[in-house]
């Protein structure tokens, strides 16, 4: 099957992604995922190319490339086409230099590209792949068994069982906005190896992935199969997310599904965090509005969530017997927070939604930061090399919400 392009430039053609046999009718009917091929240079985009790789991002959230050649500069450079207006990494120009920060300690950024980071697992000895980075470089894959509650056994692991690691959007939260797309090139990684996520939360859900594959869901997906009274709770509502977000959730622990964090009083005092500014603080809708299908995505960052503000019901809706919170609300409890937000979002990582990428060395993946959330999965031995190229930017402007016409709809 080939997804139409009109009009296209010669010799392009777009098709739905190699779907593994445990992905669900709806992610193939939402052509969730495709593969683009007949691109001359991915590092050098003519206009009409960018304008239909950029209108299939949002369309169908992921866009992969398969045997590409891109170097760092060329994919900083179609990173920053999405938004030319953004001028830094994600997470600011310094990175991540927080020592309690929860994200991956292991990332290198590309010395002529900075934007462009090395992230992987194993000794890499490739000059090309670490481009300027010394040789050798140490890169370690992030692992469950250090930031879930609880983890899969020893022995478990030995058998290939695994875990979802952390379900999260790429943003900082905190005073930058989250960025548009984030690209990844793969260039080393072992190949025709499997894993079984486990989600370890009684309802007895597994997922075969290959090793180390990114695994995505669809926020369109994830709001539209919600029951109508958690829709409407969804585009009433906004999130307010932690200042410093990765420092203070730096001693809890994730819950097994990685859609999370479990609720046992061990987050980061505020007081104690890095000095912080109450104008930093970010507050977002759940439902994040689509700029090309007008689709309302369900995007919330479940590990990073502080506290809710729920809208009253819009004048003209009509109050129903199971309606949540009609008169609004400010949610300040924790556990109370996580638990609202986790039985919306925990529909949508259900095993038949699912599209992970099975990654092959010179593969390059898009995604709609906006639109999806991910997660990596795996276990990686010592000795196993992986080698990726990662490049997002923080955004020149803010997510947009839901319309007046969308709550009225929803509500």
């Not at 009433?236 to 479990?262: D, F, N």
């Amino acid at each position: 099957m080939t997804v139409a392009l009109a009009p296209a430039p010669a010799g392009l053609s777009v098709r739905p992604v190699p779907y593994a046999p445990s992905v669900g009718k709806r992610p193939r009917q939402e052509a969730f995922g495709v593969v683009v091929d007949g691109i001359k240079d991915i590092n050098k985009l003519t206009d009409d190319e960018f304008a239909i790789i950029e209108n299939l991002l949002y369309r169908h959230g992921v866009v992969v490339f398969e045997d590409v050649d891109v170097t760092p500069a060329g994919q900083h450079a179609l990173t920053n086409a999405f938004d030319p207006a953004a001028q830094e990494y994600g997470h600011g120009k310094v990175g991540r230099p927080e020592a309690a920060s929860i994200l991956h300690p292991d990332l290198r950024n590309i010395p002529a590209q900075p934007a462009v980071q090395l992230i992987g697992n194993g000794l890499v000895t490739d000059d090309h792949v670490l481009q300027g980075l010394v040789n050798p470089c140490k890169l370690k894959h992030p692992s469950h068994q250090s930031f879930h509650k609880t983890q899969i056994s020893a022995e478990d692991s030995a058998k290939g069982f695994t875990r979802f690691y952390r379900w999260h959007i790429d943003a900082a939260l905190y005073e930058r906005e989250a960025p548009k797309v984030t690209t990844l090139y793969g260039l080393q990684m072992p190949t025709a190896k499997k894993n079984i996520v486990r989600y370890d939360d009684g309802t007895g859900d597994e997922l075969e992935v290959p090793l180390g594959g990114t695994a995505f869901v669809s926020g369109k997906v994830m709001f539209d199969i919600l029951p109508a009274p958690l829709k409407s709770l969804a585009v009433r509502t906004r999130v307010q997310y932690a200042p410093h977000p990765y420092v203070w959730m730096g001693s809890a622990k994730a819950k097994s599904t990685g859609l999370g964090m479990v609720s046992d009083g061990t987050e980061m005092s505020l007081d104690d965090l890095p000095p912080w500014e109450e104008k930093h603080v970010k507050t977002l809708p759940v439902c994040w509005k689509n700029p090309v299908t007008g689709h309302l995505h369900l995007q919330v960052h479940p590990s990073a969530v502080h506290e809710l503000f729920i809208d009253p019901l819009p004048v003209g809706a009509r109050r129903q017997p199971d309606t949540l919170y009609p008169d609004g609300a400010h949610l300040t409890n924790l556990k109370e927070v996580r638990e609202l937000i986790y039985s919306m979002q925990r529909p949508g990582i259900a095993p038949e939604l699912v599209y992970t990428v099975d990654w092959k060395p010179r593969q390059l993946a898009l995604f709609h930061n906006r639109g999806t959330l991910h997660s990596i999965t795996g276990a990686f031995a010592e000795d196993e090399v992986r080698a990726f190229w990662q490049c997002n930017q923080a955004a020149s402007v803010p997510v947009v919400g839901p319309s007046e016409e969308d709550v009225l709809e929803f509500a």
